[in-house]
């Protein structure tokens, strides 16, 4: 099964930028379409992107649409977050999941339950 780890989280003024990493181990992550997901404190997870495993597809959630990039590097095992014009409501811990399976449709790709494999998180702080 494949092991992620998430880097990059920090502290960042409004408007900043931060760019989140998620490497893998243990598995190609070629095999794999991958999403980031955000919890905030006394909220529900969040799905933030999604990218299919050959990096053609990406889907978002509305309110990053603009402003967060995903992609991935198979070669490298890795899926990274570009954040820009953070704001503080995007103040969260990300993590990034691992699904065996394709579904080319955000209304899965933000369901946790079809992801089989999580990150432990990275803190993101935004402040005003």
């Known amino acids: 099964q494949v092991q992620l780890v998430e880097s990059g989280g920090g502290l960042v003024q409004a408007g900043g930028s931060l760019r989140l990493s998620c490497a893998a181990s243990?598995?190609?992550?070629?095999?794999?379409?991958m999403g980031w997901f955000r919890q905030a404190p006394g909220k529900e997870r969040e799905f933030v992107a999604a990218?299919?495993?050959?990096?053609?597809?990406?889907y978002y959630v509305d309110s990053v649409k603009g402003r967060f990039t995903i992609s991935r590097d198979n070669a490298k095992n890795s899926v990274y977050l570009q954040m820009n014009s953070l704001k503080p409501e995007d103040t969260a811990v990300y993590s990034c999941?691992?699904?065996?399976?394709?579904?080319?449709?955000?209304?899965?790709?933000?369901?946790?339950?079809?992801?089989?494999?999580w990150g432990q998180g990275t803190q993101v702080t935004v402040s005003s």
């Open positions: 990218v299919s495993r050959s990096g053609g597809f990406t």
């Open positions: 243990g598995r190609t992550i070629s095999n794999y379409d």
């Open positions: 999941a691992a699904t065996r399976f394709s579904y080319y449709s955000n209304s899965y790709y933000s369901r946790p339950q079809v992801y089989d494999t």
